[in-house]
Nanobody, 118 residues
Framework: QVQLVESGGGLVQAEGSLRLSCAAS????????MGWYRQSPGKQRALVAS???????NYADSVQGRFAISRDNAKNTVYLQMNSLKPEDTGVYYC????????????WGQGTQVTISS
């Protein structure tokens, strides 16, 4: 069945790095726009980065220049490389997939905790 399984979260010091992975199965990954969302304490879930099936990338202003999203369609996996981490990057990171077909389906992973200590 459809699954989005995140991994790579953990505890890291400020200025450190983490690489999140999201392994997808059960749908045609290459036809989906993939994204990473973050739910920080006291805030609503918000887009961190997305990458369309054709490669177009968007970043939240707060992570521009520090994070990099990529995808490997052969592995059905999307990544989020996070560098120069800040305490405000702390939160639960969720993998998301949205069909590029209008009216298509969307899916969510279970989330992975990222905690940045100061």
């Amino acid at each position: 069945q459809v699954q989005l399984v995140e991994s790579g979260g953990g505890l890291v010091q400020a200025e450190g790095s983490l690489r999140l992975s999201c392994a997808a199965s059960g749908f045609i990954f290459s036809r989906y726009r993939m994204g990473w969302y973050r739910q920080s304490p006291g805030k609503q879930r918000a887009l961190v980065a997305s990458i369309a099936s054709g490669g177009t990338i968007n970043y939240a202003d707060s992570v521009q220049g520090r994070f990099a999203i990529s995808r490997d369609n052969a592995k059905n996996t999307v990544y989020l490389q996070m560098n120069s981490l800040k305490p405000e990057d702390t939160g639960v990171y969720y993998c998301n997939g949205v069909s590029e077909i209008l009216g298509g389906r969307s899916y969510w992973g279970q989330g992975t905790q990222v905690t940045i200590s100061s």
